[in-house]
């Protein structure tokens, strides 16, 4: 294998696959990416078994060839090499003689045929739409994914992919963002899978504000494959995680009493403020309801106290509902909506943050005595 390629392209290349590999593993090649030459691009690809990325980048090759070198080598090498143009060449022994300016090194690499396989997909049953869209509908629901390994199914994103439409959910079970959009899905490509939090935080990584993406699954694997320019390409390849997410659409409150309507930024710079009163004994704040205004509270024996008020159409009872902070700020982080809608029945049931598209965010109010 021999090539030429500027530092500009294999720095993109495996700045894209490199975050996957993980620092302890028992298998040696599992530290190593897949150099793959050939045509007129070079394709690195790098796996953890459960998530698997190959990013094709421009080059000029003289020789193809394939081999597998140490990841985290050749990355801190390439981006430190002073010129702006490399030279790779690979002998039979998995040696690659690497020259760049007057740097020149030398790195032992392993046999191409001991990289685990890359699953291939059938074009039966894919999804197209714009990596923008799905970037936003990431933003918006991969906050809520739990973290709590004995629930399983939810340590991911849930997609739906039926009647024109994407859902994404995500829930920890006290919230849950849920979020739609409308795209021409075939009728063989109808599905559901759950995308467990590693692929999503790769593909958030990844996603870029134009360009298109495909998505192709079948029974426990899903790919995403993301088109750059000049004929580069990023593919994601991940595990699904095996098993029945909850009914969502129960969580969700069929009706609510009471709508109001909030400048987003205002409401998430007032409960910014009045989360730094609160402490890990005293993690709540207030939101209480009045004619026309709306105060958010915060009371920590150890830290101090916070009040903000806020203007607001609003002419219901009065009564406060107490929240997680963060769990209140994280949707608000994540939209870009000039309003949003906080609708409500007591302090007790379910809140639910809406705007004017698809999307519907639910929190559970916390109990305080």
Same mark, same amino acid.
């Given at each position: 294998?021999?090539?030429?390629?500027?530092? +500009? %392209?294999?720095?993109?290349?495996?700045?894209?696959? %490199?975050?996957?590999?993980? &620092?302890? !593993?028992?298998?040696?090649?599992?530290?190593?990416?897949?150099?793959?030459?050939?045509?007129?691009?070079?394709?690195?690809?790098?796996?953890?078994?459960?998530?698997?990325?190959?990013?094709?980048? +421009?080059?000029?090759?003289?020789?193809?060839?394939?081999?597998?070198?140490?990841?985290? *080598?050749?990355?801190?090498?390439? $981006?430190?090499?002073?010129?702006?143009?490399?030279?790779?060449?690979?002998? /039979?022994?998995?040696?690659?003689?690497?020259?760049?300016?007057?740097?020149?090194? *030398?790195?032992?690499?392993?046999?191409?045929?001991?990289?685990?396989?890359?699953?291939? #997909?059938?074009?039966?049953?894919?999804?197209?739409?714009? %990596?923008?869209?799905?970037?936003?509908?990431?933003?918006? &629901?991969?906050?809520?994914?739990?973290?709590?390994?004995?629930?399983?199914?939810?340590?991911?994103?849930? #997609?739906?992919?039926? /009647?024109?439409?994407?859902?994404?959910?995500? !829930?920890?079970g006290r919230r849950l963002a849920m979020v739609e959009e409308e795209v021409d899905v075939p009728t063989e490509s109808q599905s559901q899978f759950i995308v467990p939090s590693k692929a999503i935080n790769e593909l958030n990584r990844l996603l870029v504000a134009n360009g298109?993406?495909?998505? $192709?699954?079948?029974?426990?694997?899903?790919?995403?494959?993301?088109?750059?320019? *000049?004929?580069?390409?990023?593919?994601?390849?991940?595990?699904?995680?095996?098993?029945?997410?909850?009914?969502?659409? %129960?969580?969700?409150?069929?009706?609510?009493?009471?709508?109001? &309507?909030?400048?987003?930024?205002? #409401?998430?710079?007032?409960?910014?403020?009045?989360?730094?009163?609160?402490? /890990?004994?005293?993690?709540?704040?207030?939101?209480?309801?009045?004619?026309?205004?709306?105060?958010? !509270?915060?009371?920590?024996?150890?830290?101090?106290?916070?009040? /903000?008020?806020?203007?607001?159409?609003?002419?219901?009872?009065?009564?406060?509902m107490a929240f997680n902070p963060a769990y209140m700020m994280d949707p608000l982080k994540a939209l870009e909506n000039d309003e949003i809608f906080l609708e409500f029945t007591d302090e007790l049931s379910p809140a639910i943050v809406r705007v004017n598209e698809p999307f519907?965010?639910?929190?559970?109010?916390?109990? !305080?005595?």
């Amino acid at each position: 294998m021999k090539l030429a390629i500027s530092k +500009e %392209q294999i720095i993109n290349g495996l700045q894209a696959v %490199q975050s996957v590999v993980s &620092t302890r !593993t028992t298998l040696a090649v599992l530290s190593n990416v897949l150099l793959r030459a050939e045509g007129n691009h070079l394709e690195l690809t790098a796996t953890d078994l459960d998530v698997t990325i190959s990013s094709r980048v +421009e080059a000029n090759v003289i020789r193809a060839g394939v081999t597998t070198l140490p990841v985290k *080598k050749l990355f801190g090498l390439v $981006r430190e090499l002073p010129a702006q143009e490399i030279e790779i060449e690979v002998d /039979e022994k998995n040696v690659a003689l690497i020259q760049s300016g007057p740097s020149f090194y *030398k790195i032992n690499g392993l046999s191409a045929e001991e990289f685990p396989p890359i699953t291939q #997909f059938g074009e039966e049953r894919k999804v197209k739409l714009p %990596q923008e869209k799905v970037r936003s509908m990431l933003r918006k &629901t991969s906050f809520a994914i739990s973290n709590d390994e004995a629930r399983y199914v939810l340590n991911g994103i849930f #997609f739906s992919l039926k /009647e024109h439409k994407i859902s994404m959910v995500a !829930t920890d079970g006290r919230r849950l963002a849920m979020v739609e959009e409308e795209v021409d899905v075939p009728t063989e490509s109808q599905s559901q899978f759950i995308v467990p939090s590693k692929a999503i935080n790769e593909l958030n990584r990844l996603l870029v504000a134009n360009g298109e993406m495909e998505i $192709r699954f079948n029974a426990n694997q899903v790919a995403f494959t993301l088109q750059g320019e *000049k004929g580069a390409s990023i593919l994601l390849i991940s595990k699904l995680i095996d098993g029945n997410y909850p009914n969502y659409r %129960q969580v969700i409150p069929a009706e609510t009493k009471e709508r109001i &309507t909030l400048l987003r930024e205002e #409401f998430l710079q007032a409960l910014r403020r009045a989360d730094l009163m609160t402490s /890990e004994k005293s993690n709540s704040i207030k939101l209480n309801f009045g004619k026309n205004s709306l105060s958010i !509270t915060a009371n920590s024996p150890d830290v101090g106290e916070a009040r /903000e008020s806020l203007a607001m159409n609003y002419n219901g009872n009065e009564f406060s509902m107490a929240f997680n902070p963060a769990y209140m700020m994280d949707p608000l982080k994540a939209l870009e909506n000039d309003e949003i809608f906080l609708e409500f029945t007591d302090e007790l049931s379910p809140a639910i943050v809406r705007v004017n598209e698809p999307f519907i965010y639910v929190i559970m109010p916390m109990r !305080t005595n």
